[in-house]
């Protein structure tokens, strides 16, 4: 989850609603070698070799890396070079873990060769008892950070003594 709320996420704050339009989160779990092999399980798999791409259906699991995605629904599609992997696409509920950080939302892009990920769609980033919410976030993985735009609200946990708790900055 969020190892550490940028600056731009505490200063977006109103005093007592925790609403923003948009804020910008340091996402350093989700860095990603996006050169890394994809492996994808799934119940079922339909192959269009003319158009490119792959559907696979039924507890969809994406491995690359650290990184993980869930979903029941997700088109492959290939570039035009033989094995590559260009784009990702997954819908019905999307599931998305790295490291230690998590994100859910509606549907999920992943453009492999530009190393981001859109989620769209009731998109919830949590950490221990600390969350944010949008409607759509972009993580980018090669340098570890998400922006978060439409209607960003952020829940932050403190503790009694009014420091972070433990793990959070």
Do not use: H
Request: glycine share 12%.
């Amino acid at each position: 989850m969020i190892r550490c709320l940028s600056v731009a996420v505490l200063l977006s704050l109103a005093p007592l609603g925790v609403a923003a339009q948009g804020a910008e989160v340091a996402f350093g779990g989700m860095r990603q070698d996006t050169s890394a092999p994809v492996e994808v399980t799934a119940d079922a798999l339909q192959v269009n070799q003319s158009d490119g791409t792959a559907l696979y259906t039924g507890n969809v699991l994406i491995a690359q890396g650290q990184m993980r995605l869930a979903a029941p629904r997700v088109l492959v599609v290939y570039a035009q070079q033989a094995g590559r992997i260009k784009r990702m696409e997954a819908t019905g509920g999307v599931t998305l873990v790295s490291g230690s950080e998590a994100a859910e939302a509606q549907r999920a892009d992943y453009d492999i060769e530009g190393g981001k990920v859109i989620m769209s769609g009731n998109v919830l980033l949590t950490q221990g008892p600390s969350a944010l919410t949008a409607e759509r976030m972009v993580v980018d993985l090669k340098d570890g950070t998400a922006q978060m735009t439409g209607r960003v609200r952020t829940v932050l946990q403190q503790s009694p003594d009014g420091t972070a708790p433990q793990g959070q900055p």
